[in-house]
């Protein structure tokens, strides 16, 4: 059974960069059919889309945080990463990672009970 776990800071002063690890278990991040995703939901809104990269290298991240935001990926220990510098209180939110086999669903960020979602993890800007 595939497993996904985020692991990074719960607290994040402003304006420096959270750094979020996914360690994926029970699957590979070499598959050539998953996006691995990044997403997130700030208190009272819904999931937002924010990267994806692929088996290929090839990586995408919404517009609004493109400037901001880094993904990455690490074969040996079959984890990906995300950064997003420069954070604000507008950052705070459960971030998730997932395993997403649909582009239309990486983008919209829908929650579809076949693919792969870690349990989120909360993280909080504030000084």
């Known amino acids: 059974q595939v497993r996904l776990r985020e692991s990074g800071p719960g607290r994040v002063k402003p304006s420096q960069t959270l750094s979020l690890t996914c360690t994926v278990t029970?699957?590979?991040?070499?598959?050539?059919?998953?996006?691995w995703t990044w997403i997130r939901q700030p208190p009272g809104r819904g999931l937002e889309y924010i990267a994806y990269?692929?088996?290929?290298?090839?990586?995408n991240s919404t517009p609004s945080l493109k400037s901001r935001t880094s993904i990455s990926r690490d074969t040996s220990k079959n984890q990906f990463t995300l950064q997003l510098s420069n954070v604000t209180p507008e950052d705070t939110a459960v971030y998730y990672c997932?395993?997403?086999?649909?582009?239309?669903?990486?983008?919209?960020?829908?929650?579809?009970?076949?693919?792969?979602w870690g349990q989120g993890t909360q993280v909080t800007v504030s000084s």
């Open positions: 029970g699957g590979s991040i070499t598959s050539n059919y998953v996006y």
């Open positions: 990269i692929t088996n290929s290298d090839i990586t």
């Open positions: 997932a395993g997403i086999r649909f582009l239309s669903n990486v983008v919209r960020a829908n929650k579809d009970p076949s693919d792969y």
